[in-house]
């Protein structure tokens, strides 16, 4: 997400005549930011440490910092004493000219500012809409993110998004399978469809549903005759539905992973949690998609050490993994965030503990990854090459389900699929040999 939003950031700086750098440390940079997330309390560390550096660069050469992306208002506040601009990434339409406000020449091209469709009906919704009107200036001609949908009506009390990013609003159908028909036809090859709760989609608005709007997208592989791969990102599984796999195994673009966050494997955490689901209902969309899409890979994400988990607890969520034997998992030691609700709990499980548990759960990711990955030795898969691999002799790619691939050979391009026989594995990738002549040229 926060690439996709730094994509539209690029497009407004670009629009006010600014170059982008790759030394941060550059002499000429006139401007520097950040694009935060507030997922973990790490990540806003780095956020405080590098507008430290930032500052006392300052006191040599002068430029402007803003700060965006989600910050949770205890934060923002904190933020604001140190950044020159802190604003909520939808008012990004209005960066400009709080730029303007520091003595910056006006933008050398303004933006075209679009009326927002449901402004009259909700504040929000308008301005969200405002910000996907900026065309991005996308990082990759063969990956791209497409944001669908903002915001989070479900209030896990882990979570700070429903105060960072505020309440579900979908973006509109057809603009977004306008986006992506555009970068299908420019030869872009894996699209990511982007959003907070990305399932939820549609429920708040009278827009396509998930399932219908997946659909969409796999009758434009059909009528484009493309060759890509479609992906979304993140999902609740309490919003996986039947007809959304039944959907995903009718479309070929349409790609057989399914990210899955499980977050703990005990009833009990669960509904601490706020999940609103039970470890049953889990299971019965693992057995449907396995069921359904029997190649699709299965990805999650963990928290270890939610406050009150015992022992017992953690040890279901250890079976939960070995149960369901996911390719990837992030997983992740709790941490309180200000402003959700778990946070006015006491963080009872200590950090040596929680980094236990962190550690088992990577062992048994490792081991049950090597396990499937093992089953796939001598197979043919299709990959997307996506770079060069640091050794010389080799390309980098995935596959389908996102498994991270080394292939051998470095004549074929990158944007190219490529089939190849695997070879050998790793815990959490591949490695694979391409088949002669099956290199599929990007339009
Ligand atoms: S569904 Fe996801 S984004 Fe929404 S509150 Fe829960 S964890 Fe946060």
Known sequence: MNRSDAERIRTVLNSMGYEESDDEDDPDIGIKGVVSCSVRQK?????????????????????????????????????????????PIDTLMDFPDMICHYGVPTPISSLARPVPKRVDQNKNAGRI????????????????????????????????VPYTRGREVSR????????????????????????????SYGLDSHELSFPELMKAVGKIGVETQKRFWTYFTSPHPRDITRELLEIMACYDVLAKQIHL??????????????????????????????????????????????????????ERTAEAMR???????????YSPRPGALSSQWEDDVSKVEKERRYRALNEILRSEAMKVNKER????????????????????????????????????????FVDIVVTSVKELSIEGTAMASTADQAS
Request: net charge positive; aromatic share 10%; hydrophobic share 35%.
């Open 129 to 160: 809409e405002n910000f996907w009107s900026i065309k991005p200036s996308y990082t990759s001609g063969i990956e791209a993110y497409v944001p669908i949908q903002n915001g989070c009506n479900k209030f896990c009390s882990f979570c700070a």
């Open 323 to 333: 149960e369901f034997r996911y390719d990837m998992a992030y997983i992740a030691q």
């Open 261 to 314: 966050p499980l977050q703990s494997g005990d009833d009990r955490v669960l509904s601490r949690m706020n999940r609103n689901h039970c470890m049953d209902r889990y299971r019965q969309v693992v057995q449907d998609i396995r069921r359904m899409l029997p190649d699709a890979t299965l990805f999650t994400d963990i928290i270890v050490g939610f406050p009150g988990e015992s022992c017992e607890q953690f």
């Open 43 to 87: 990540a806003i560390d780095r956020v405080y440490g590098r507008i430290r550096k930032w500052n006392a660069q300052r006191s040599r050469r002068s430029f402007l910092t803003f700060l965006t992306g989600c910050v949770l208002p205890v934060d923002q506040k904190k933020f604001r004493e140190l950044f020159d601009i802190v604003f």
């Open 377 to 416: 030795i001598g197979k043919r898969l299709t990959v997307l090459i996506t770079g060069r691999h640091r050794k010389e002799g080799f390309l980098t790619g995935y596959t389908e389900g996102r498994i991270p691939v080394k292939i051998k050979g470095s004549s074929m391009g990158i944007g190219n």
């Open 172 to 199: 509109p159908s057809e603009d977004i399978l306008s986006e992506l028909r555009q970068l299908v036809e420019n030869g872009c090859r894996s699209i990511t469809l982007l959003g907070q709760n990305v399932n």
